[in-house]
């Protein structure tokens, strides 16, 4: 008896100081985020849709921007309008604070100006039952529902409370992470025209519901870097032409893919890279990166 109970205590405790041996060497064997992402099947992947792809020329490269009509209808075809018109080319970058966001889009160039077209009604939210694909990765302390709608990072209420609101109204609603592109307006919330801004810092709180974001960018958010910076920039950084996708020749077009935010790859790719705790609490939705592949190159 004493020599089968001492047997089972020795086997019990071999199995303890074995097991974190094995748990480490299980950790070093686990893909990476960026090998589970580059094993990704093509079916994971999605183009861009030609007519809602835009292309901000900047001096220092070419920023693409993915165009959201599921979230700014009116906006967005604001947005491409004045592109198609020629509106944006040559106006400059006037308010651009550090970790925060750069503004254009004004013929005047102080913040004052405009185009001759109507103000915008305000898109600061829509119904979940209007825009699909909402895929919920989790939540923080700032929304319950967290997560993306074809890349675009996306929190929402919970579904649940449509029964009890007398509008059975549930909102959805972009969250302004650096690359999300939103538009500008005076204190009026229908006075957005044909000023926009784009994000380089997280401003989720002092901005999330208050401005209607359109669009993210999908690659060459490093362009946006060498903004000059001010309130007014010393040398203004211009814009040199913004073009439509559709409007470009094909030849001329850059090859893009983004990975589905909706694929298990995509859920995965969040696990091993640390975004994901046990309990459902996304580690900060803004600094996670929607991978990319431009010209056949990943960007993670």
Same mark, same amino acid.
Request: glycine fraction near 8%; include cysteine; charge should be negative.
């Given at each position: ?9 020795? #086997? ?22 960026? $090998?589970?992402?580059?094993? #990704?099947?093509? !079916? ?70 405009? !185009? ?106 490093? #362009?946006? %870097? %060498? ?17 439509? $996708? ?30 994901? !705790? ?23």
């Amino acid at each position: 008896m004493r020599f089968g109970s001492m047997s089972w205590a020795m #086997a019990a405790l071999a199995a303890v100081m074995l097991s974190p041996a094995l748990a480490d060497d299980d950790d070093e064997n686990a893909p990476t985020a960026r $090998e589970i992402v580059e094993n #990704a099947p093509e !079916s994971d992947w999605r183009g861009l849709d030609p007519e809602n792809t835009l292309y901000m020329d900047l001096p220092a490269g070419t920023v693409v921007i993915e165009l959201r009509p599921d979230f700014a209808p009116g906006h967005v075809e604001r947005i491409k309008t004045l592109t198609r018109q020629g509106f944006y080319d040559g106006l400059a970058f006037h308010r651009v604070i550090e970790g925060f966001m750069a503004q254009g889009g004004d013929p005047k160039g102080d913040g004052t100006g405009g !185009s001759d077209l109507p103000d915008l009604e305000a898109e600061f939210t829509r119904d979940s039952t209007e825009v699909e694909g909402f895929r919920e990765i989790g939540r923080d302390r700032m929304a319950p529902r967290l997560g993306y709608v074809d890349g675009m990072p996306t929190a929402a209420e919970p579904e649940g409370l449509r029964a009890f609101l007398t509008n059975g109204h549930v909102d959805v609603w972009p969250v302004h992470c650096p690359g999300v592109m939103s538009m500008a307006r005076a204190t009026d919330p229908d006075s957005a025209n044909s000023q926009f801004f784009l994000m380089i810092g997280d401003s989720r709180q002092n901005l999330d519901q208050r401005y209607t974001a359109w669009g993210w960018i999908v690659d060459g958010y490093e #362009a946006t %870097r %060498r903004i000059v910076r001010g309130e007014p920039p010393s040398r203004p950084t211009p814009i040199i032409r913004m073009r439509i $996708e559709a409007d470009i020749p094909e030849a001329e077009r850059e090859d893009i893919k983004v990975l589905k935010t909706d694929s298990q790859t995509f859920t995965e790719y969040l696990k091993a890279d640390g975004q994901l !705790s046990d309990t459902g609490f996304l580690k900060d939705i803004c600094d996670i990166k929607v991978p990319v592949k431009a010209e056949g190159d990943l960007e993670l």
